[in-house]
């Protein structure tokens, strides 16, 4: 079964600070891997998207890294600002070879940035 | 990117009343379509997975009468929510598949869906 985890579920840190968040696959066979950012009563708006190919990715203040091999991926914000706070969610995409079509999410970080 | 837009942005119903929601891909054809639903503080709930041309596939525990999908176009997708109750007042979000590229969903704005 095709699975997505994110870590941690909940993060909070100061303005200004770094962080990193997580996500673990099993999707297979593998055809890209998003993040998204969710702003409360909002639809998820996609920062980066990464194919097998690609290690790195960065969007901003936004860096995503891709290790195909070990099936994860990170989500590293720096420099956070408030407006940073909202809800981090992974999506992995399968190839079209294997059937299912259908992304899986997992069920995101959220991240609260303090002044 | 491609431009997925979801109408309306929120909506109050009475009890009994239906509810259509309407998702629209503006730059790109999109022959499959995703309808989730999201309850305050909790990740997308995927409810159904619409074609064009086709039936909806619903997952489990979804009620396909209770649900209904209409997606007859390339750039259009409807739900509507029938004889809505106040338990069905949630967040609606589509999604939209584009399968050029890097096969990647676009999401609409959302729907906030109030029953009183």
């Known amino acids: 079964k095709n699975q997505v985890e994110q870590s941690p579920q909940s993060l909070i840190i100061l303005e200004g600070k770094n962080c990193t968040l997580q996500?673990?696959?099993?999707?297979?066979?593998?055809?890209?891997l998003r993040w998204y950012k969710q702003d409360t009563g909002r639809g998820p708006v996609s920062l980066t998207i990464?194919?097998?190919?690609?290690n790195t990715k960065s969007n901003g203040r936004y860096t995503a890294t891709l290790d195909a091999d070990t099936k994860q991926s990170s989500l590293h914000i720096t420099a956070s600002q408030l407006s940073d706070s909202a809800s981090y969610i992974c999506?992995?995409?399968?190839?079209?070879?294997?059937?299912?079509?259908?992304?899986?999410f997992g069920r995101g970080t959220s991240l609260i940035v303090h002044p | 990117g491609a431009v997925v837009s979801q109408h309306p942005s929120w909506v109050i119903c009475k009890s009994g009343t239906s509810v259509k929601i309407e998702c629209r891909s503006l730059?790109?054809?999109?022959?499959?379509m995703f309808w989730y639903r999201q309850f305050p503080k909790q990740s997308l709930m995927l409810m159904a997975t619409?074609?064009?041309?086709?039936?909806?596939?619903?997952e489990q525990g979804v009620e396909k009468d209770k649900f209904l999908i209409n997606h007859a176009s390339l750039t259009l997708s409807t739900l509507t929510v029938t004889s809505a109750h106040p338990e069905d007042s949630s967040f609606y979000i589509c999604?939209?598949?584009?399968?050029?590229?890097?096969?990647?969903?676009?999401f609409g704005q959302g729907t906030r869906l109030t029953v009183v």
């Open positions: 619409s074609n064009e041309g086709s039936k909806a596939t619903y």
């Open positions: 990464m194919t097998f190919s690609e």
């Open positions: 730059d790109f054809q999109a022959t499959t």
């Open positions: 999506v992995v995409s399968p190839g079209r070879s294997g059937g299912s079509y259908i992304p899986t």
């Open positions: 999604s939209a598949l584009d399968w050029g590229g890097n096969t990647e969903a676009f």
């Open positions: 996500c673990n696959y099993t999707v297979s066979p593998f055809s890209n």
